[in-house]
């Protein structure tokens, strides 16, 4: 429970926690345009109650004021303590006494900033930082000092319980942390982008407690969205598309833009051959028809596709079996944006804006946005077109910076993008170089979204900074979105390791490798025989002891947890630069919302399992670029099912078990090598009433039934001695 402290003579100290400080020597100051930043003096603090839909608060009213006689600068700071969170508005204005002389506006790029002292007693700390304008990456050092600019996210972590501080960018105004300068301190810096402004109305950021962490990033962004009158949804209020619930393959590590039709169906022709069976194909960047990095027409590059987009889709469709294709576009139509001298520039100049940089790119209004896309979507859905990926998101507030304020910039691009989306691809789209803070708030529907920077198949060890950025973006992103962890290449000195993070990241899978160079070996684990992708039911996230640490600069394992059904699912990788062993274990505690007693540990390589009471552990060595993976089956006495072994998330299999007499049964989603541990060895195993075979594996305790013979569901009777 969040209350509030004064200090001395009314001077605001903090915010507690229980009995614990949290948040100290909060204040204000303001930075007007060519003047130097002014700390505002409090003038007063007033206390009223209040109820919402969230229940009751109490909210702290900090007035603060300075400057000239003339022009003051003058903010109201509300702190709303509600049970478990804090939310911090914001109300500024500049303030003339009369009309004449220089009427100085915010500083566009840090008008305001909360200074916030230090953070005591920090025992870790996890910051998500936008280290490029469409990526953001983990920071884990505990001295705010350090701290980076355009921190979307922190995570800290005290004796008592845990914290996220959450900025939010809201219908005009960006908040985003950084280091303030002071010791230990930190600042909440709220901007528009645009020049002019003399008021700021925003909810600066929210602020969540608890002894969950995994609980905080969701809470956060449900409260906060509350108060932004429908800008996007939380993830939990989002529906996954159906398309990406399936295998999926991606033009762009194999082709890049070299991407043609002949190229595609020889590929789509392989695929079919090696009996894979690839739902849908993403035609990647390559395939527009393009002049000087401008979008200049609708339909494919000419050369590329002589016969047209619509061709090469019906054959994929039609010869290949490939029942969804999507394409790829920018957020502006390409990465320049739209040539003025094409024809669909003439056609639809009453839906395009041009910036003052000469960028001709979708109007920034919702409704004449959408007129664009509405042309250019509609023709791309009478081609076959299915879904959509939209790339270099971010670049909105680059196009647009001093036209519009960052966030009604945002809200108007992804409002416009979104309902043509939703009139005509069912709502389906892959966000991608988006995870700039107004982008990720802007969204209204969309449940996808690219979760870290690109795959980079030629880089020795990409893997390391791909798996850290997916891994920790994850805790903050997903409360928005499933995160897409990339395509990835099946044959590659990674490719183990990468399959293994497509199984927990509980998003979409898809590969991009060229010609004849598909491995069906790393495929067959992630999916069901119809194309189904096995797809954990929740984000994937790291494990509780090494969520605020880094696996790149320690001698420890990054773990990631999910859950499948009843199970956790625990994937463990060595990303460490130094190439000695690192030492990790499995326990029950590293899938927080298990409650089983006693669980089964299932590892899918050596094929092994433990059977693990709460409070022990299960240790574990990777080598270099080594990686494993747990299940966690809940113990069910004398036989449990674990599924199947020739998936990696083999629990995932299980549809229903129930007991009849001597007897488990279980009833499988289709066959396969199925696995279960007993106390003894069975007397019997049928399925589908068949008599089958049983062996005991090389593990104490573990037995498996081979019954991939048969097609469709399965049921098995598993008959105790």
């Not at 009223?48 to 300075?66: C, L, P, S």
């Not at 001295?143 to 600019?149: G, Q």
């Amino acid at each position: 429970m969040f209350t509030y402290i004064n200090g001395p003579a009314g001077e605001t100290v903090a915010m507690a926690w229980g009995g614990d400080t949290v948040l100290r020597g909060i204040d204000v100051s303001v930075r007007l345009e060519g003047r130097d930043r002014l700390k505002l003096a409090l003038l007063k603090v007033e206390r009223h109650e209040g109820a919402d839909r969230n229940g009751a608060y109490t909210d702290y009213v900090h007035v603060y004021q300075d400057g000239e006689e003339a022009q003051k600068a003058v903010v109201r700071l509300t702190l709303r303590c509600c049970p478990e969170a804090v939310l911090a508005f914001v109300e500024g204005e500049v303030v003339r006494n009369n009309d004449f002389g220089d009427r100085r506006a915010l500083s566009p790029d840090d008008g305001l900033l909360i200074h916030i002292g230090a953070l005591d007693e920090l025992q870790g700390v996890l910051a998500n930082y936008q280290h490029k304008d469409w990526w953001t990456r983990p920071h884990f050092d505990s001295d705010l000092r350090a701290l980076p600019e355009r921190t979307v996210s922190l995570l800290w972590r005290t004796p008592s319980a845990y914290f996220q501080l959450l900025p939010v960018t809201g219908p005009a105004y960006r908040a985003d942390l950084q280091a303030d300068g002071r010791a230990g301190g930190l600042a909440v810096r709220i901007f528009s982008g645009q020049g002019g402004m003399t008021s700021c109305r925003t909810l600066a950021f929210v602020l969540g407690g608890g002894e969950n962490p995994y609980l905080l990033p969701e809470r956060n962004v449900t409260l906060a969205l509350r108060h932004l009158n429908g800008q996007t949804l939380p993830r939990n209020a989002k529906v996954y598309p159906e398309i990406l619930d399936y295998l999926g393959w991606c033009s762009w590590d194999a082709f890049y833009h070299e991407v043609d039709e002949k190229g595609l169906l020889a590929k789509a022709e392989e695929l079919q051959r090696l009996g894979l069976p690839v739902r849908w194909v993403m035609i990647d960047d390559g395939w527009s028809e393009v002049r000087d990095r401008k979008l200049y027409g609708m339909d494919a590059d000419p050369e590329k596709f002589p016969r047209g987009l619509a061709h090469v889709i019906e054959a994929l469709k039609r010869r290949f079996g490939i029942r969804w294709v999507g394409v790829w576009h920018t957020i502006a139509g390409y990465w320049d944006g739209i040539h003025p001298d094409s024809e669909m520039a003439r056609e639809l100049r009453e839906y395009l804006f041009t910036t003052r940089r000469g960028n001709v790119m979708p109007y920034p209004d919702a409704g004449r946005g959408f007129g664009f896309w509405h042309a250019w979507h509609g023709y791309l859905a009478r081609q076959g077109v299915d879904f959509v990926k939209v790339d270099s998101q971010s670049a909105v507030h680059n196009f647009l910076r001093h036209h519009l304020p960052v966030g009604k910039a945002a809200s108007a691009a992804h409002t416009a993008l979104e309902a043509s989306a939703a009139l005509h691809f069912d709502r389906t789209i892959i966000n991608c170089m988006g995870m700039s803070a107004e982008n990720i708030w802007h969204r209204p529907v969309s449940a996808v979204s690219r979760n870290s920077d690109d795959f980079v198949p030629q880089e020795r060890h990409g893997f390391r900074e791909h798996a850290l950025q997916n891994a920790y973006n994850s805790y903050y992103h997903g409360a928005w979105y499933w995160g897409d962890w990339d395509m990835f290449w099946t044959e590659n000195h990674d490719d183990v390791q990468n399959m293994v993070l497509r199984a927990v990241s509980g998003g979409p899978v898809y590969f991009s490798d060229a010609l004849g160079r598909t491995d069906p070996a790393r495929v067959w684990p992630l999916i069901f025989r119809d194309g189904k992708i096995i797809r954990c039911d929740r984000t994937a996230n790291p494990t509780p002891d090494c969520l605020m640490r880094s696996p790149i600069s320690e001698p420890l394992p990054l773990k990631l947890w999910n859950k499948a059904g009843r199970a956790g699912v625990v994937a463990a990788f060595h990303i460490c630069e130094a190439q000695t062993d690192v030492q990790g274990a499995i326990s029950l505690d590293d899938v927080p919302d298990m409650t089983a007693d006693s669980a089964w540990v299932y590892e899918h390589f050596s094929r092994t399992a433990v059977r693990l009471a709460r409070g022990q552990s299960l240790p574990f060595a990777l080598q270099a670029e080594q990686c494993r993976l747990f299940l966690l089956v809940p113990d069910r006495g004398a036989v449990t099912p674990i599924g199947l072994a020739d998936k990696l998330v083999s629990s995932a299999a299980l549809k229903r078990q129930w007991e009849e007499g001597k007897s488990r049964m279980v009833r499988l989603r289709e066959g396969g090598l199925f696995v279960f541990a007993a106390d003894q060895p069975p007397s019997a195993v049928r399925a589908n009433g068949e008599t089958l075979k049983w062996s005991p594996s090389a593990c104490a305790s573990l037995y498996e039934v081979d019954c991939s013979h048969l097609h469709g569901a399965v049921t098995l009777e598993i008959v105790r001695a």
